[in-house]
Nanobody
């Protein structure tokens, strides 16, 4: 089993910045990707940013140019630097880890979430 723990969520004014951190532990063989997803009230969970062990990144269009995801592969950690925050960024942010389980197969693990609230 893999456990993920997030930290860094807070209340911040529009235009401000926050940094979220995620640490993975447990029965880890190889994490092929880590990322961040968020869920706003009344909406489905959506991708924010992901980064593979090879360094490839994916960002939601709404956060491009404002958010940056970083990874320490050896330490199994991921960081999301969020700048120029908007009220629309408000939601619960979840850390995700995709772990190899077999050839062309994987398991997804999720943290408990951390609340980010951006006031206008």
């Amino acid at each position: 089993q893999v456990q993920l723990v997030e930290s860094g969520g807070d209340l911040v004014q529009a235009g401000g910045s926050l940094m979220l951190s995620c640490a993975a532990s447990g029965s880890i063989f190889h994490i092929v990707a880590m990322g961040w997803y968020r869920q706003a009230p009344g909406k489905q969970r959506e991708l924010v940013a992901t980064k593979t062990s090879g360094g490839n990144t994916t960002y939601a269009n709404s956060v491009k140019g404002r958010f940056t995801i970083s990874r320490d592969n050896a330490a199994n950690t991921a960081t999301l630097q969020m700048n120029s925050l908007k009220p629309e960024d408000t939601g619960v942010y979840y850390c995700n880890a995709r772990v190899d389980s077999a050839y062309d197969a994987w398991d997804d693990y999720w943290g408990r979430g951390t609340q980010v609230t951006v006031s206008s």
